[in-house]
Nanobody, 119 residues
Framework: QVQLVESGGGSVQTGGSLRLSCAAS????????MEWFRQAPGKEREFVAA????????YYADSVKGRFTISRDNAKNSVYLQMDSLKPEDTAVYYC????????????WGQGTQVTVSS
């Protein structure tokens, strides 16, 4: 069974950048959708970004559009999230996820990585 492991989280100041990575192991990295979600304290988990395996098409939440960039490297079984112009409201645990049917309901989740943006 595929396992997803995130890395790259940390603490930055407003306006800073971070790059999250997600590596798949234990199986085929063949999800149609590879995605990032996040969950802030006291809030529900929300969709951040998704990329499609065969077309490279990308989707973003309005709150991160123009600041975040999702990409994937199928040869390395990895997906990335470049986060620029970070804001305090971006503070959350970020989860990598993969699925085949619905980009808002992935089948497999990573354990998450903390991102903290201070003002």
């Amino acid at each position: 069974q595929v396992q997803l492991v995130e890395s790259g989280g940390g603490s930055v100041q407003t306006g800073g950048s971070l790059r999250l990575s997600c590596a798949a192991s234990g199986g085929s990295f063949s999800f149609y959708y590879m995605e990032w979600f996040r969950q802030a304290p006291g809030k529900e988990r929300e969709f951040v970004a998704a990329t499609i395996r065969y077309t490279g098409s990308t989707y973003y939440a309005d709150s991160v559009k123009g600041r975040f960039t999702i990409s994937r490297d199928n040869a390395k079984n990895s997906v990335y999230l470049q986060m620029d112009s970070l804001k305090p409201e971006d503070t959350a645990v970020y989860y990598c996820a993969g699925g085949n049917n619905n980009k808002y309901r992935p089948d497999t989740w990573g354990q998450g990585t903390q991102v903290t943006v201070s003002s």
